[in-house]
């Protein structure tokens, strides 16, 4: 049997006010192609297929492009789940309709379990779908008052899908949830994945999912395995924050034999563009050759830098963030920066008025401010300073 597992689309994602429609369509296309070639079963997406329960159009758009070409065009089961960023209601439309095309959306979690069964020639296995269910949805609907964190949920959820199992067939647990070794916290998050509890009550033992011959979870977006290696996480197809920066994303074509052992193979997506950190001065930046990455850039002048977003442009269009930090101040010592990060009017007011006039002249006539111009600003800012204050 082989499947192929991946999780976290998040279709319609604004990184910095970009959308990256077009990036995960070229991604994304990827898998596609490796579907016609090596014909699959089923391919498995482990949540989060949009970024926000109402998706933009083009989002919506391109998960009906993608799951028409899979499950139409090339006659290939899709066995997916909401994740905590989708909408279970929207997702849980339809489904049984779908169901008779090779389609199978579960959105909303049942009360009683019934894998997808899929067939070859040793048999079957069982693929159990278990959308992202919050710790009150599974308490309300299992009449369980006890269910008080995700791990609770998980738990209870699990425990009934163990009970109704086939010791035949071979099993496949699809999932969605902060999965650690032993059910503590792990720095295995990045900054674009949103919290699924406040207080450390969203983590879940990884010991609950012994029982099954493949584990195959969305949510973290750094592919990994947990506490086994048929326990894990696919990751996100693209970096969706600058904290993603080390990430070498990919997707898993997994096969099982007669008896349930997963050979697993790691099949890495190469993006249009990459996102990665820029650090210099705006003058050796400058001479870097034009490239259409997403770049976030630290500036190590010394002195402020005239319209930098602009100027970084030129280089890098595509690039989502600049501030400066001059060489050797702390990242949260720096003074400025530009999108939002820093550069408040209160940050400006503390700044020496006098060097930042000396910096701005600088930078517009090409040259340092004569010392008989810098006492005439200073006398004339002080004058105006002072006026200000008489007048409060």
Partial sequence: MKLIHTADWHLGKLVQGVYMTEDQRHVLRQLVDTVEREKPDAVIIAGDLYDRAVPPTEAVELLDELLERIVIGLNTPVLAISGNHDSPDRLNFGTRIMEGRGLHLAGQLRAEPRPVVLRDEYGEVHVHLVPYADPAQVRHLYGDESIRSHDEAMRAMVTRIEAAM????????????????????????????????????????????????????????????????NIRYAGSPLKYSISEESHRKCFYVVELDAQGTAAIDRRELVPLRDMRRITGTIQDIETHPVCDDYVFVTLTNDNPVLFPMEKVRAVYPNALHVERRPEGVRAKDAAESTEGTGNTPERRREADPVALFAAFYEEVKGKPLEEEKRLLFADTYGEVFKEEGDAV
């Fill in 166 to 229: 086939d010791p035949a067939a071979r099993h496949v647990l699809v999932g969605h949830a902060f999965v650690t070794p032993g059910g503590e916290p792990q720095d295995n998050t990045s900054d674009s994945e949103r919290p699924l509890s406040i207080g450390g009550a969203e983590h879940v033992r990884a010991e609950y999912f012994r029982s099954f011959h493949y584990t195959a979870l969305g949510h973290l977006h750094q592919a990994h395995y947990v506490l086994q290696d």
